[in-house]
Every structure is written in structure tokens, then in C-alpha cells.
């Protein structure tokens, strides 16, 4: 059975449609391809100045060429291109050009046409035309052309490549000889002479033409030129001119370089303006960088002024490539602090002479404040609970107005204390300034002192270095009497029931006895003594004690009017002040255990004073009392002078009667000291004793 395959419409014109596409593909798709190549980068154009000129002479004539006026007259540093010759039949005759300052690129001195290429760049005051020699002989065809190139499109070498010559040749089609270019965008420019008279020379395929000119004459001479742009380097082979007669001739050809790039840098950072930095802080320059046809880099530099000489070089920032947006980073520890600074940069592509930019804008390394706190040191920083506190810091900044914030902290490091409110939370700028630091309701304790200070771009902090404490205050209450069952006989003893304590401190209380729960004004019952914490040995009881109440009572002195010797037949100006000292004394000297040496030693506490009141001393009095019983012997020493005659005359009767009142009662046993009760008080048969 014959199989009748079917092919329905949509199947066809699916197929044709496919094959339309095919063809066109193929046709075009040299251009396609070109639409996703990358050329070579392009170095600026080579361009003419006015238009080429062309001239011819028989009978061995000279030449001249005049160039355009105007703006497409040459112009300082074009370049001035002169080919051609005249025909040969004798050698003897000159050829070339007659203008001066033209040199040669290449010649052919040959037994046909003399042919050659020369060129000269304009000085200050350029040519308006060129000559060039016919030799004079009536046989010579004479022909010379001349063309101008801007020279701001030019390299400074002019040539890509040294010009290249096919020399003398017989028979032979005007064909310029390849040359291997190096410049993209490079011009080479090929120029042809034969000893033919032939006007319709043609075209070179993909050249571009600098119509040439022929002279009949016995010595023909036909010369022409055509140039053309060669987008990338390599070997460029120009085409042989597509109806030019045969003859003797020759062809030369020469290639020019583009002029090369300069470098093009602009700073963006630092812009227009001035730039804070923080000191220390790294800073990012940001820069674009390009050149057309070469590589180029860029150095980078600081200084004061914005010349764009004399910089200091930022090493971290040189043989920097190129980029958009390109950054480059340093610290900025090279800079001084205060100190506007410009940033330029020298970019250089290795050709031509470097180009400088200097940034629009300066940066400035912020002075960081500076801040220490010198109070508290650790040393006599201890205040009562609740009262108030000098912190002294320095603070400084050179070129901002800043503030320090003070906290307190248990330890000196992790910036994670309490603010501390008021004066010390906004503290300005000084040198040993203070702030004052309230400290109600702060929890009793040691605690460093920190403070944060910031000029908005640095942060610094400084912690003090010691403590301040913050002292506890006693506490003290009255159990008994409470009103119940509080009823007792005349001129009975009383059992006062109290709770005392301090967590940092040895603290005594002393009872006055009241007609009233208010205003404090009682009188004190017969010095009376209460003490948190007792030592358990009969002599660490009264060392403690005799301590304790020395202070009591030399506290109490400041404020008690003294009697003058004179009035010593007088009781003691307060009640009953020697209890205790009287307690230290018998122990002292109803013992035959202990040295006179260690008494004095043991007697030391008894005039021994806090920091809060002045400092007496009484030294040796219990040797002294047993050898002189009556003496009333005293040492003072750093007594304010204002206070000194009062503290002398009450040492001096408190002396008196310690002594007396020891010998009176040295019957009493020390071994029962420990087993008194927490107050004491005279006994009723012991009275003061002028």
C-alpha cells in the first residue's frame, strides 16, 4: 500500500517562515556578530586642518601649494604633510621642498620618479603655504600635494610606526606596502608616484583619497595619496589603486598616532566643604579614574593648601587604578588633629605629562575630648549616708565645646553603673573642676566613679581610680520602757532595753531621760555608755571601751565651759567624766604583770582621737603618777591654736583626778572588769577630786 504523507497550511507556513529566518541570519550575520564586539578603545581621532592641496608644474617648475585661511588655516603644533616629486632624466636637478624646516621621512631616489614624503610642525607663527622644487629641467613633470593635521589630535611622537617604502620598482601598479600599526585609531596614509601620464588613477579600496595630479611630459610624473583610520593595531596592507597605469615608480607608507589620553580624574570625596573625621578613623577617598587608550594610575597626597604641589604622599593610597566611583582608604593617624587638610591626586598613564586634581573640599581630624577623673581616689573618700559629694575631673576638647555625664559603678570597667542626676549629669569643660553628687538614696557601699564625654564624632570615658564610700548609718531603737508595767520606786535602777548596730562601724549610744517624746532636750543620765560590739577578754574590753568613751568625752569638751586652775577646789564641769578612765586605771595599776613601758602603750587610747577631733596625746602619766602623784603632767600636740587653751585646762583636771582617783580605789580587782554591764557609772561614794 503507497503512503500520501499530507502537509496541512499551518505546517507550511511554519516551514517557510523558519527558512526566511535562516536566510536572514546568514545574510546578516557578519553585523549581528558586530553588534556584540568590543572594540579596541579608541584614542582621540586624528583630524585635518582645512583641506589637502595639490599641485602640478611641467618643464621641471616649481610648485607651491597655499594653505586655507581662517580657522582652517595651520594652527601652532599642527603638522604639515608635503609628498610628491618631479620626473628623472638627469639626477642633477633638486627635488623636495623649498620651504625650510620640513625633514624627511622617506625618499625614493630612483632612475624614474624622485618621489618622497616630508613633514614639518608648525612654531609659533605657522606657515601659509609650502614650496616644493620642480629642478628646472623643461623635461620634468613636476607634482607635490600637501595636507595639514590638527596637532591637538596628534601624538607627540606623530608616528605610530617607521614609514615603510616599497623603493624603485619596474612595471608596476601603484600598491603602498603594508605596515603594522600599535595605536588603535592609528592613521596610515600611503603615498604613490609612477612615471606615467595617467589622470584616472582609480580609487583604493576602503582609503579615502588625496587626489593626486599627472604632468605629460618627456619625464612623465603621476603621484597620488589616500589615508584611511585603523581601528585596532596590527598589519595594515593598503589595497593597490584600482586603475593605475604601469610604470616606474615607487610607494610609501607612513602611519600617525592618535594623540594618547590624558588621564581623567575627579575627586568626590572629599567634597566641597569641610569633612569631620574622627581621630584615628579610617577615611575613604572616592575617585573616578579613566583614560581612553592607555592605563593609567593615580597617587594620592595631603596638604594644607590646594596647589597640588608639595604634599605629603599617603602611602596607602598610591599606583591607584582606575574606576568609577573607585575608593581608596587610610587611617588617619598621619594627620595632625585641627588641621584642614586637601586631598590631590597625580594620575600619570606612562605618555603623557601627569594630570593633578585637587579635591574641592578639606577634612579635618576631630580632636577627641580628653577626660580623667582624679576625685575619687580611695583616699579619706568616705561620707555619711545621704550626704553630698565633690567628684573633681578634668574635661577638654580643643576644637569642640563638650559635656561629661558621671555615674557610679562597683567596679571599674564595663560602663554599666547609674546615672548620677543634677550638676554631675551635664559637668563642662575644666581642669580640677568639680560637680557635686547628692547621694540620697543611694545604697550605702564603695563605688567608682565614670564619666562618658562626646564631641559627637569620638566617645570617651574615664573611671575614677579608687572608691568613695558611702557610710551606713546606725540604727537605733528604744524597746523599753513602752508605757507597760514601766512603774518602779524612788531612786531605783532602771533597765533601759535597747537594739544599736551599724554595718561598718563601731557606734555608741548615749540615754537622756525626757519629760516629753520630742525636741531632744533631756538631760543625760550619769554618763551612761552603750556599745554594739564587746571584745571577750577583761583587757579588750577596756581598751575598747576606754577608747570609745575618750572620744565621748573629748567630743563633748568642745562645747563644756572649763574651770581655770585657779577654781580647782570645784567639781569637774560635767557629770561624773572619769568613770571610765578611773576603770582603766585600776586595771593598770593593780596588776604587778605589766611593765610601766606597755602602760604607757596601754594608755595611749585612752587620748587618742578620731580624725574629727584634735589630736591629744598624754604620754607617760602612769609612771609619772606613781613617782609624782600630785604632778599634773600633759603633752599636747596639734591643737588648733584657737582651742588649745580650753583642751589644756580640762586635760589638765581630767589628769589630776585620774590620778588621784587611781590610787584611792586601787583595791578594786580587775579580774571582775569583764562581768560589769554594758553602762557604766561612779559608784555613789566616788566623787571628783580637786
Known sequence: MKHNPKINNKEAVRIIAVGVILMLVLFFSSDILNLFTISPTQAAAISLRGTSKIGSASNGRDVTLTFDTGGNAPQTGDVVFLWGGRGNSSDAQAWGPITTGYTAIATIDSTGPKFGVWYKVMGGTPDTQVQGEGGGSTSH????????????????????????????????????????????????????????????????????????????????????????????????????WSAWSAGIGGAITIALKPKNDSPALVIDNPPAGNTNVAEGANYSIQYDLSDGDSVATVDFYYDTNNDGVGGTAIAACQDQVEGTNATCSFNTNILTVSTAYYIYGVASDGVNPNVTTVSSGTITVNDAPALTVTQPDGISDTIAQDASYNITYSLSDSDNVVTVAFYYDTNNSGLDGNTI????????????????????????????????????????????????????????????????????????????????????????AAFYYDTNNSGLDGTMKEQPLAVGILPASPRGYIMSTAKLMTEQILKSAHTLPVKSPSTQDQPFPFPNPTALPILLLKAIYTTSLIPYPILTILSLPLFITTPTTPVLTAILFPALARLLPKARMLLVLGIPAELLPGHIMFMALLMTDLIQLAHIHQDKSPSTLHQLPISLSLPPEIKPVP
Not at 144 to 173: M, P
Not at 221 to 226: L, T
Not at 439 to 468: C, E, F, K, L, R
Open 141 to 240: 613633470g613636476v607634482v607635490y600635494g600637501a595636507y595639514v593635521i590638527d596637532g591637538s589630535t596628534l601624538d607627540l611622537a606623530i608616528f605610530d610606526q617607521t614609514a615603510v617604502s616599497t623603493g624603485e620598482l619596474s612595471s608596476w601598479v601603484p600598491d603602498g606596502p603594508a605596515i603594522t600599526t600599535q595605536t588603535a585609531g592609528a592613521w596610515v596614509i600611503t603615498h604613490a608616484a609612477n612615471s606615467t601620464n595617467d589622470a584616472s588613477r582609480g580609487t583604493v579600496t576602503n582609503y579615502t583619497l588625496f587626489t593626486g595630479a599627472s604632468v605629460n611630459e618627456p619625464d612623465d610624473f603621476n603621484s597620488e595619496s589616500a589615508y584611511r583610520t585603523i581601528a585596532s593595531p596590527g598589519t595594515e596592507d593598503p589595497p593597490a
Open 421 to 508: 542626676s543634677g550638676a554631675c549629669a551635664i559637668a563642662a569643660e575644666g581642669t580640677n573642676s568639680t560637680c557635686t553628687w547628692n547621694t540620697t538614696s543611694v545604697t550605702p557601699g564603695s563605688y567608682y566613679i565614670y564619666g562618658i564625654t562626646s564631641d559627637g564624632m569620638t566617645q570617651v570615658n574615664a573611671y575614677s581610680s579608687g572608691t568613695v564610700t558611702i557610710n551606713s548609718r546606725p540604727t537605733l531603737s528604744v524597746s523599753q520602757p513602752d508605757g507597760t508595767s514601766d512603774t518602779i520606786a524612788q531612786d531605783a535602777s532602771y533597765n533601759i532595753a535597747y537594739s544599736l548596730s551599724d554595718p561598718d562601724n563601731v557606734v555608741t
